[in-house]
């Protein structure tokens, strides 16, 4: 039986004059909007669509403008619910046309007969909550008002489009038109003076096919743009082997991917590939004319790291000048004011070499803004231009708009929605917002919406959605909203994720920057399709967290509070350790927990480049040790930071802490000596504190032959290393030197008592477990040694020490301990500075290039560093390495 035959009730529909009553009424016949439908069919939902457009379509309907696209690969970009669609249904090309999404579009709507519950040519003109009926009550543009139990806008992202802000459109004499609102009718171009305003993607598909038909074509940009060739054609072999290869395996990593496309994670790193490789593996990715791919499978730092961006960003750069003649024009279409990928990227056909036919002009806006639009054409400050005909692709108030400005939605106590979005939207997940009963959102801000492939979210979405709307029915709920504290919660993951990418640090309307006056901040998830869709299922698997549901059939329920307390990235990585089904370190005994902890760390990206590396020996407390010394490429001499890796006294070398010591040689700009100490079984307490003291003893005295700079020196360690770092400044003090001017104490131990909360409250789960400390504490010290301020500082004597920074993590068993070190240090003088990094696990400031949301702890604990050492705190000139990663959100 065709899924379009299940019956739902129908709504009552009643004349024009009275109000239709629906379970469900959603706002959109686009690709969000006709699945809903579809599937609130199937669930027995009365069901209304309302439909500004003349038919199915969104925004396949109104941008019609020549050229236009989908830029996602269509085998990707096609509903996935049901197999039957799939085979029914084949694209004739890699990058559908508009005209065939359209067809397609109107093939799913007569598939599942779903034109019968649509009302065309109809806009929402207001939306109400009503609290005594429980419901929604809408009023139209076009016949009977609606009154709905649920309210679901399917309004699509980009579907309102902005005014053009230039004076004098009014004026102009020629023909005017708007991509996002292209007529029906053909638009004839030959023979005619044409402006395009404006470089996105729509000005970008339509501008090479006007050149071929306009007398002449002038192209108005004010910001240029990053583009790829589509390569159009034929779908892919490639790809369409592999979806037929095993079509639910295909689907189902897209819907777990990043970007809802299925490709695997990139793991090398940019600094791990020669200049030569980087350029084989761009040629390689530019000629599959796919942007998902150049986005995703170049380097894993080319969408979160500057210096990795960078690489991309000067390949894309050569192509453009490749391509246009003329170097003026090529440097004007050259984008240098933000990194590629953080405003949407465009896939072009002929795009760059439309600028060497002669009937083309470019203006550079920046070199000479419009001043108006007069009855002929269009004055910049410098000239006038005549033309026949504008087309405005000047982009949409995205993601808000449409929600937003179309009509006043009024919540629970008459609050509007344009009020309470007023600073930005705020929503629980992208699909509710708090006050706003009943409501949801299909792709909406704080969703991965518009940063995916949108037919794999609008699908997720809408099951979520659906899904819900059954499970309150059959537990006799009517109502739902999120609670407060779930919406804050959200804002701050929202935050958190998108300091893990580049999107924050351009001017688009990914932030609202598009629109005057609009409120500005990273608007769609950036924290990936498949971590979302995790953290959808965890909201419903923990008792519907963050909503509260009432219903004359059930008791109320509330189950307040936040759905993610990590950093996205900790998050991931932990899920990747868990699927990992490690074994317990602390069953595998030293030497093999040594050997599974070398392997372990063979897997991650190796630490970036810096000056020079080199290992040697130096006096320990009872023989030679190895060190390893990182020095800056900068001309020394350096202050020297003497570092001690983690392990907890019994694992780790200098090879185990790599990364994070070439990480803070680069951000301090000094020489790291990471020390290789003796290690318990082998040598118990208190060898490695005694190594400590003598190795900074040591380093001390041979600072000059180590290149470093004479006097005082730093200390630095993680975890144990941290302990000893904390011991090795008492005894400094208590033994006539060496002098030292500052410790940095990351994640450290400090005191041999497990009673404090965050050892019971992050006992297992962050990696770092309860048993794993007492089995390291076993190992190394006997319990009567164990009150030793050798190993147990914070029983030490705290007055006379060097300036600290401690950094501590909030899930960390030893997260405690840290703060009351910081504490006791600041009660007996001693200048400290704390970080307490939130939503950080024990080994989150070590993952360096892993935990990118590590980075700015990373930069505050290299500042305090150089501060201790009397440099000042930035890095200055004398750096030879650009930016590295860029800062994130630790504290
Ligand atoms: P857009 O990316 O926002 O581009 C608008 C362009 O107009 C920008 O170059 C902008 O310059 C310029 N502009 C805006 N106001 C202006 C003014 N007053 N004076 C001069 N220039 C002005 O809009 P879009 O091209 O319509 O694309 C929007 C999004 O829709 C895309 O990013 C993409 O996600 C989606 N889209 C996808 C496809 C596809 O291939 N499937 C096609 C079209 C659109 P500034 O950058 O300086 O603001």
């Known amino acids: 039986m065709p899924d379009a035959a299940v019956a739902a009730r129908s709504s009552e529909t009643t004349n024009s004059g009275a109000t239709q009553q629906v379970d469900v009424a959603v706002v959109g016949a686009g690709f969000a909007g006709l699945y809903l439908l579809h599937r609130l069919r199937k669930a027995g939902f009365s069901t209304v669509v309302i439909e500004e457009a003349g038919d199915v379509g969104g925004t396949w309907y ?121 007529p029906h009718d053909e638009v004839k171009f030959a023979g005619k003076r044409v402006a395009v305003i404006g470089t996105g993607s729509s000005g970008i598909q339509s501008i090479p096919i006007i050149a071929e038909q306009a007398a002449h074509l002038t192209v108005f940009q004010r910001t240029p743009n990053f583009a790829l060739p589509a390569h159009n054609g034929p779908q892919p072999a490639d790809r369409l082997a592999m979806l037929e290869g095993d079509r639910a395996a295909y689907r189902e990593q897209a819907r777990w991917s990043l970007a809802g496309v299925p490709y695997p994670q990139q793991m090398a790193v940019s600094w791990q590939l020669s200049d030569a490789e980087r350029r084989e593996r761009f040629e390689q990715a530019w000629a599959t004319g796919d942007l998902v791919y150049v986005l995703t499978q170049l380097w894993a730092d080319q969408g979160v790291d500057i210096d990795g961006n960078a690489h991309v960003a000067n390949l894309i750069r050569e192509k453009i000048r490749e391509i246009v003649k003329d170097p003026a024009t090529a440097e004007a279409l050259t984008p240098h004011d933000h990194p590629f990928g953080a405003k949407r990227p465009c896939l072009d056909t002929n795009y760059y070499a439309t600028y060497n036919r002669p009937n083309v002009t470019l203006v550079n806006l920046r070199q000479e803004p419009i001043t108006a639009i007069t009855a002929s054409g269009i004055t910049t400050d410098k000239r006038s231009f005549d033309v026949d005909m504008i087309v405005f692709a000047t982009g949409f108030d995205a993601m808000t708009g449409a929600i937003r400005a179309v009509h006043p939605i009024t919540g629970r106590g008459g609050k509007s929605l344009t009020d309470v979005w007023a600073n930005g939207p705020q929503t629980y997940l992208g699909l509710t917002v708090a006050g706003f009963p009943n409501l949801f959102l299909i792709t909406g801000p704080g969703s991965p919406s ?100 009432t219903g004359p059939g059930a008791a109320e329920q509330c189950n307040d509070g936040k759905v993610v307390h990590l950093q996205p990235d900790v998050r991931l990585v932990l899920g990747m350790l868990a699927e990992m089904n490690l074994p317990q370190i602390e069953q595998l005994g030293a030497e093999g927990a040594r050997g599974f902890l070398t392997e372990f760390n063979k897997a991650r990206p190796a630490g970036r480049p810096v000056g020079e590396v080199g290992d040697g020996v130096l006096h320990g407390a009872e023989g030679l040790l190895p060190y390893r010394l990182y020095r800056p490429a900068t001309p020394g001499p350096h202050p020297i930071v003497v570092y001690f890796h983690g392990g907890g006294w019994v694992l780790g070398d200098e090879q185990s802490d790599d990364p994070f010591c070439r990480d803070l040689c680069r951000r301090s700009g000094m020489i790291v000596v990471s020390v290789g100490y003796r290690h318990a079984p082998e040598h118990r307490f208190p060898a490695a504190a005694e190594d400590g003291y003598a190795a900074t003893r040591w380093i001390a005295e041979h600072a000059t032959e180590l290149g470093g700079r004479p006097g005082p020196v730093l200390v630095a360690g993680w975890s144990a290393g941290g302990n000893i770092a904390a011991v090795t400044c008492q005894l400094a003090r208590d033994r006539g030197g060496p002098e030292i001017a500052g410790q940095l104490l990351i994640c450290p131990v400090t005191d041999s008592r497990y009673d404090r909360p965050s050892y019971t409250e992050n006992a297992v789960g962050y990696f770092l477990t309860r048993s794993m400390m007492f089995w390291f504490w076993d190992i190394y010290s006997s319990p009567a040694d164990r009150t030793d301020p050798r190993v147990a500082p914070l029983r030490g004597d705290l007055k006379g020490l060097p300036p600290a920074f401690i950094a501590t993590c909030e899930f960390d068993p030893l997260r405690d301990e840290g703060i009351e070190y910081a504490e006791a240090l600041a009660a007996a003088g001693s200048q400290v500075e704390q970080l307490q990094a939130r939503g950080h696990i024990h080994t989150s400031l070590m993952m360096v290039d892993v935990v990118v949301t590590g980075a700015s702890a990373r930069v505050k604990m290299a500042e305090a560093l150089r501060g201790f050492a009397g440099l000042p705190k930035q890095l200055g000139s004398e750096q030879d390495v650009a930016p590295i990663t860029v800062n994130a959100a630790a504290g």
């Not at 999404?101 to 007569?110: K, P, S």
């Not at 009977?144 to 459109?169: F, N, Q």
Request: glycine share 8%.
């Open 62 to 182: 109104w941008n019609r403008y020549p050229g236009a696209r989908c830029d996602i690969q269509t085998i990707d970009y096609s509903y996935t619910f049901d197999p039957e669609l799939e085979k029914a249904w084949q694209w004739s090309e890699k990058y559908a046309t508009q005209p065939e999404i359209l067809r397609y579009l109107g093939f799913v709507a007569d598939r599942y007969d779903l034109r019968r519950d649509i009302r065309f040519n109809t806009k929402v003109t207001s939306a109400t909550w009503d609290e005594s009926a429980q419901r929604w009550q809408l009023t139209t543009s076009n016949g009977a008002g609606v009154s709905c139990r649920h309210y679901i806008m399917a309004t699509g992202c980009l579907s309102t489009p902005k005014p053009p802000e230039i004076d004098g459109v009014e004026d102009f004499k020629g023909e005017v038109y708007f991509t996002g609102r292209w």
């Open 450 to 549: 518009v940063l995916s492939n949108m037919a794999v979210s609008i699908e997720q979405h809408v099951d979520w959605v659906v899904d819900r709307l059954v499970a309150m029915r059959d537990a006799g709920f009517t109502t739902i909203d999120a609670t407060e504290t779930a919406q804050a919660g959200w804002a701050q993951h929202m935050g958190d994720c998108s300091m893990m990418t580049l999107h924050r640090l351009a001017n688009t309307w990914y932030t609202g920057a598009n629109v005057p006056g609009k409120a500005q901040g990273v608007m769609p998830y950036c924290g990936g399709v498949g971590p979302y869709r995790s953290i959808c299922n965890e909201v419903v698997a923990r008792g519907m967290l963050g909503f509260r549901m």
